[in-house]
């Protein structure tokens, strides 16, 4: 159906890259000790990946079998993955941080035969379901060198070497268990065209990409944004360096210097608001200068728009750009061209903020079941505010039916090389979300502008309507709230209801500051108690809101949450979305509690 752009599988799409590319680092891991990044070039890499390969056929892995691997991202997942396609196979990634119930389903549902766990550790939890699944008949140690241990593999593979074959692009690369916000995980069957079909693509939005681009990785590849990041820069010869943690990714970026970053818009809100927290404790010239070079960067891009400009404007700029502004790069490892985010929306003020900086943010979209990417801003098209125009050889269709015939947007279907097979042995559920003619039914909402870009207006499926009969759609409030750097989480209720509530979880670091300048306790759950702190928050909301969003959208009724939603309670996916169901069964009686008032 669709013509696919050669190499179209990732054995062949490596194996280039290790020719071409032979002496170039390609993986980096941080050395905490010289604090420096160790970096493998793509020869040496590529000969890890011929003696695994090796190891896992000694171990009776064929075409189509299932691989799983439940780690981190790092040079061994890397050479997991590719030694386990180089026989045709397929790989079923897992997180490090999941609960072990979520381990078991999935090892079972998938069928996996070889099993790499990052460390004992992960051995010891799962080590009593082994013999409850039929299928699986060897699990791999990844750390380590003794029996058993992927150095063992490693080893044994290096002395009776398996060439690879390269597999047909319907075959089966990675099947992705979806994070399951609504129900049990669904595994995504991703083919080698799906996958490198999202490279190509992406290349030729960024024609400019090439082996010098480094970036640091941030996202899991676990997670198909994640993968697309190490598909892609494999394609290019380009090199990733591991981020040692989210707590060291300042560090790490000094270290790294990337040219460029796959993030989602959480990073950068978290910089934004830092700078802005930095500045108003700092006060005085450093703050001055910073407001200065903000105003003047937002009075010179509307001048531009006008065709105008102004030597007073463009002066006040260039010397906040050169005593502020270059001092931010700097911090962000000095080289930053460009980022691309998804997975959520991004607040176009900070967009802005950054692209005025010299850091062009390129919103795209995408969902797992697309490999991941279908839509994508780019250096030669873009707009703010949207998640750009569609991908090389993807189509995109509005389907207003579900929303109403006088609506200007709809449900967004989408066409292309890189929508999946389907879901594993869940025939009602692909069903479900494939058209006829073989679009994916997102479940999202949205409308393409004259121009073809597209702009994401909802969630079907996470839209409710007040009793009132108006339409809220939550996500779009709780991002809005969440730029708000006393605010960590927020989950809006308020279905059928005569108005939405809203539930907090509070910035500590930030509030901590706030609760000792005026006196208040530093016991969270005592301090959330206190009339102060919830009439000082819900100003900060409502402020956040009302600019944005009607009045009935905004919330009228807090409850404000000392504990975090996370992966540890169940109420965050891998991806950190919310599990509306669990969190809203958690808090019920809180909730009917402020409607009964």
């Known amino acids: 159906m669709y013509q696919l752009t050669k190499p179209d599988n990732v054995v062949e799409m490596l194996e280039k890259s290790v020719v071409k590319f032979a002496q170039r680092?390609?993986?980096?891991?941080?050395?905490k000790k010289l604090k420096q990044y160790d970096w493998i070039t793509f020869s040496d890499f590529g000969s890890r990946v011929d003696n695994v390969r090796s190891g896992l056929s000694q171990l009776g892995i064929v075409k189509d079998d299932a691989v799983g691997i439940i780690s981190n991202n790092s040079?061994?997942?890397?050479?997991?993955?590719y030694a386990t396609n180089g026989l045709g196979a397929r790989l079923v990634p897992m997180y490090e941080a999941e609960l072990v119930s979520v381990w078991k389903y999935i090892i079972n549902d998938a069928k996996v035969k070889v099993l790499f766990v990052t460390k004992r550790e992960i051995y010891e939890k799962i080590k009593d379901i082994i013999s409850a699944v039929s299928t699986l008949k060897k699990v791999i140690i990844m750390e380590g060198d003794g029996l058993d241990t992927l150095a063992d593999i490693e080893k044994k593979g290096a002395t009776r070497k398996v060439p690879s074959t390269y597999p047909e692009h319907s075959s089966i690369c990675i099947l992705i268990y979806t994070s399951g916000t609504t129900g049990e995980p669904k595994g995504v069957l991703l083919s080698q065209g799906n996958i490198t079909s999202n490279a190509h693509a992406t290349t030729v939005s960024f024609p400019d990409m090439n082996e010098n681009d480094r970036t640091l990785s941030i996202l899991p590849w676990a997670h198909v944004f994640g993968l697309a990041e190490l598909v892609t820069y494999c394609h290019i010869g380009g090199s990733i360096g591991f981020a040692e943690s989210a707590?060291?990714?300042?560090?790490?970026?000094l270290l790294v210097k990337p040219t460029y970053l796959i993030a989602v818009p959480r990073v950068f809100n978290r910089v934004y608001d830092g700078l802005w927290t930095k500045m108003n404790e700092e006060g005085g010239l450093a703050r001055k200068l910073f407001v200065m070079g903000v105003e003047s960067a937002k009075k010179k891009r509307g001048l531009a728009a006008q065709g105008k400009s102004c030597f007073k404007t463009n002066l006040k700029f260039k010397i906040a750009d050169a005593i502020v502004f270059k001092k931010i790069r700097e911090k962000l490892g000095g080289r930053l061209t460009g980022s691309m985010t998804g997975s959520a929306a991004m607040n176009p003020e900070i967009s802005h903020f950054f692209w005025d900086m010299g850091i062009p943010l390129y919103d795209a979209y995408g969902l797992t079941e697309t490999s991941p990417g279908a839509t994508m801003n780019c250096p030669s098209k873009y707009k703010i505010g949207s998640v750009g125009p569609v991908m090389d050889k993807c189509k995109i269709v509005i389907d207003k039916s579900v929303?109403?015939?006088e609506a200007t947007d709809g449900e967004i279907i989408i066409y292309g090389p890189n929508v999946m097979q389907g879901y594993f042995n869940k025939p009602e559920a692909t069903a479900a979300v494939m058209t006829p003619?073989?679009?994916?039914r997102t479940g999202d909402r949205g409308r393409l502008d004259e121009e073809g870009f597209l702009f994401i207006t909802g969630r079907l499926k996470?839209?409710?309507k007040l009793e009132n009969g108006k339409y809220v759609f939550p996500v779009a409030i709780e991002e809005d709230i969440k730029l708000n750097h006393y605010v960590e989480n927020a989950m809006i209720c308020g279905e059928g209801r005569e108005f939405n509530v809203c539930l907090i979880i509070p910035d500590f670091i930030a509030l901590d500051k706030w609760a000792e300048k005026n006196n208040l306790p530093k016991d969270h759950a005592e301090l959330l108690k206190r009339e102060e702190t919830k009439k000082f928050l819900e100003n900060e909301i409502v402020n956040q809101l009302k600019d944005n969003f009607g009045s009935y959208e905004i919330p009228k009724k807090f409850i404000f949450i000392d504990q975090p939603f996370s992966l540890e309670n169940g109420m965050l996916t891998q991806t950190m979305k919310l599990k509306r169901r669990v969190v809203f069964e958690k808090y019920k009686d809180q909730i009917d509690a402020l409607y009964a008032k």
């Open 462 to 464: 996470e839209q409710f």
């Open 403 to 405: 929303v109403g015939p």
């Open 25 to 31: 680092p390609f993986l980096g891991t941080k050395n």
């Open 247 to 253: 707590a060291t990714i300042g560090d790490d970026l």
């Open 437 to 440: 003619d073989g679009g994916f």
């Open 75 to 81: 040079t061994d997942w890397a050479v997991c993955f």
